[in-house]
């Protein structure tokens, strides 16, 4: 209840702060969604495209083609009007009579399960609209910047925004676009993988205990609280043409700037939101590449889903550095940052033992160590770059080999390899009513069921015997590490 109410109290907490200082608010920003011009064409069907995971099919139909159509209607006014041609009027609307829908009309767990579904759609809308004002709030708050300390701390990495800036240079228009619209498409790529995560709730109610949507909202609210402590814009502002007379010289990326080895706090021009440290592209990419590997039982993802995320992943790297958006010093700590939230949120049935605080105590003692190198020992970090450089990425494989160890090298031993081949019919152990078979493991679930409708008694455990057996391989599982079992 209190995160209920805490969303409209925020919304209306910015919206005050945004009339304040004179720009675009939440709330304005949401009703023109609803009536006006949409900022954003994706977002909104992203946001009704992750609410229809919890209707049925004719629901879904129903509501797909009503936003369409809502769509056209409103984009040809405007267009008669002599308006620009967008679209994200509809989707907005239709997700607002989906919730009401669920809310007045249905009940049990198809409500819940409907609501639930509603309320992750508008939170990916909403966390745009918030976005957005923070952006805003960053420049206002922190009007210099410390760019010139993380262009020095870069030099240890070997300048990689200069090398991928004239990469693409080189490569031409083609790639560009191509790696534009990855890089602005990250919302859409994510609700591919919540969709497949969540493919199966509408007809179960069962939600997996962790899926992508949670941690693209945690990483939201956790990342830009950086942007304050260490506002930085980017190379493509302040060494390049961008920066509105602010900058410091047309240097990328054609030409590496000369170290200056006494960098200062710039006052930078309140165009540019101080939104580079860490980078929350490379964060949410990597944590759609994470969500890629695996089914929530642990068995391999489809093909197609695991080299969508490996592409995404890198075109997402080359774009962030190649456009100029970022420093490569920027990417380590949102990598890890991201391994630091998803450690925090992964496999919640585990609760929080030694083998999570651990990881998520050492991510975060790693961040901070990050930034507290970049900002106060920039200087020697340039003038040492092979060994500076080492360390940023040995603390960067630090990471990330304790995140492998402990969340992907090692099955649970509770769950069994067949439990999610598509042999053992894991779609349909998701798809079954959540008062069925609850508390059991999927695999003595099917088995039983199988059995039962089959006749057949042999070459499987009596059904007692599985029980017993699965509550023994589970009776310590409960905030326990891998090793411990």
Request: proline letters at 6%; one cysteine or more; a positive charge.
């Amino acid at each position: 209840m209190l995160a209920v109410l805490a969303v409209p109290a925020l919304l209306v907490a910015l919206q005050g702060i945004a009339h304040w200082r004179g720009y675009e608010g939440p709330l304005e920003s949401l009703f023109r969604d609803y009536a006006g011009i949409p900022k954003s064409m994706t977002v909104p069907w992203a946001g009704l495209v992750l609410a229809l995971v919890g209707v049925a099919n004719r629901y879904r139909v129903i509501a797909l083609a009503a936003a369409v159509g809502i769509d056209l209607v409103y984009a040809g006014v405007r267009l008669a009007l002599g308006g620009p041609f967008t679209v994200g009027n509809g989707p907005v609307l239709v997700l607002t009579g989906l919730a009401v829908l669920a809310w007045w009309r249905w009940s049990g767990r198809r409500r819940r399960t409907a609501l639930r579904a509603a309320a992750l759609g508008a939170l990916l809308i909403l966390a745009t609209k918030v976005g957005d004002v923070w952006l805003h709030i960053t420049v206002d708050l922190r009007p210099r910047v410390l760019d010139q300390y993380v262009m020095l701390a870069d030099h240890a990495l070997g300048d990689p925004a200069w090398v991928m800036g004239r990469v693409l240079q080189v490569l031409g228009p083609i790639p560009e676009a191509v790696l534009h619209w990855v890089y602005i498409e990250l919302p859409a790529a994510a609700i591919v993988v919540a969709v497949w995560q969540l493919r199966a709730v509408a007809a179960g109610g069962r939600w997996p205990g962790h899926y992508l949507v949670r941690t693209f909202l945690v990483l939201g609210l956790v990342g830009p609280l950086v942007y304050i402590l260490f506002p930085v814009v980017g190379p493509m502002f302040v060494y390049g043409v961008d920066g509105n007379g602010f900058q410091l010289g047309n240097f990328w990326p054609g030409v590496v700037p000369p170290l200056d080895r006494s960098p200062e706090a710039l006052l930078f021009s309140d165009q540019a939101p101080r939104n580079c440290m860490p980078s929350m592209h490379t964060a949410w990419a990597l944590a759609l590449f994470l969500h890629t590997r695996r089914r929530a039982d642990g068995t391999l993802a489809p093909t197609w889903l695991r080299w969508g995320g490996t592409f995404w992943l890198l075109c997402t790297l080359a774009a962030t550095l190649g456009f100029g958006y970022h420093y490569g010093v920027d990417l380590v700590a949102g990598a890890v940052l991201c391994l630091t939230v998803e450690s925090a949120l992964r496999e919640p049935e585990r609760g929080w033992g030694w083998f999570r605080v651990r990881l998520v105590g050492a991510g975060a003692l790693v961040l901070l160590t990050l930034l507290s190198g970049y900002r106060y020992l920039a200087v020697q970090m340039a003038d040492h770059p092979v060994v500076a450089g080492s360390i940023v990425l040995a603390l960067l494989a630090a990471v990330a080999a304790g995140f492998h160890a402990t969340w992907f090298a090692r099955r649970r031993a509770s769950v069994p390899l067949a439990a999610g081949s598509d042999a053992a019919r894991t779609d349909e152990f998701l798809a079954a009513p959540a008062d069925i078979g609850a508390g059991l493991p999927a695999a003595v679930y099917l088995r039983k069921k199988g059995s039962a409708s089959r006749g057949e008694t042999a070459d499987v455990l009596p059904y007692s015997a599985a029980v017993s057996a699965a509550e023994d391989s589970t009776a310590g599982l409960r905030g326990e590490p891998v090793e411990s079992r």
